[in-house]
């Protein structure tokens, strides 16, 4: 069973709606994360990327002594942000006359947290020079990274999200039956 998300810092959201299915891909994700210190989500657009992220991230917050913490890129258009966007999430305040990234790194190389850094897809150049930079300086940092495509940086591993089982066409299925598919039960309790 899950810890309470107070267990370890955060800055992750607390979930309105259940997590459905996807519990063999929460494994093969942290499976992931052990071998690549910097794991990208790819799929389509809303095929659920964020959300298995938000979990396998709120099952492992223990696992990071300096917490978990989601970086939302959704809403910026400017790739000069993305520093900036996760040195505030992370509470690091510029310096006078020194690079942000400079102070950043300073602040994450003692740090073993992992960095949630969701919708990289419109900011991959700017995502992959950040999540390089910070990976060759901080050895205890790890990244997973929701993104419709990969950031292709030297180490990361790749994971690919499937979409939620679901019954083939023709019918014939019992009720139980149904609801042994994700997608039925996603319906279902949504419904």
């Not at 992931?32 to 657009?45: F, M």
């Not at 959704?74 to 305040?93: C, D, K, Q």
């Not at 994700?182 to 319906?187: D, K, N, P, S, T």
Request: charged fraction near 20%; hydrophobic fraction near 40%.
């Amino acid at each position: 069973s899950l810890r309470p998300l107070e267990a370890f810092a955060h800055n992750l959201p607390v979930q309105l709606t259940s997590f459905v299915g996807r519990e063999q891909q929460v494994e093969e994700v942290t499976e992931e994360l052990a071998d690549s210190r910097l794991v990208t989500l790819t799929g389509t657009g809303g095929i659920g990327k964020s959300r298995l992220a938000l979990q396998v991230g709120a099952e492992l917050g223990e696992a990071y002594p300096d917490g978990v913490w989601l970086v939302e890129l959704a809403s910026l258009t400017n790739p000069a942000l993305v520093v900036g966007n996760l040195a505030s999430t992370l509470g690091v305040r510029e310096e006078p006359d020194r690079p942000l990234l400079e102070t950043l790194t300073e602040y994450l190389v003692r740090k073993s947290p992992l960095i949630v850094l969701d919708n990289c897809e419109h900011l991959v150049e700017a995502c992959a020079s950040l999540v390089s930079h910070l990976l060759r300086a901080c050895p205890n940092l790890d990244v997973l990274a929701p993104s419709r495509e990969a950031l292709g940086v030297p180490g990361e591993g790749i994971w690919q999200v499937s979409p939620l089982s679901m019954p083939g066409p023709g019918g014939g299925e019992t009720i139980e039956g149904l609801m042994e598919y994700e997608a039925v039960r996603l319906f279902a309790e949504r419904a």
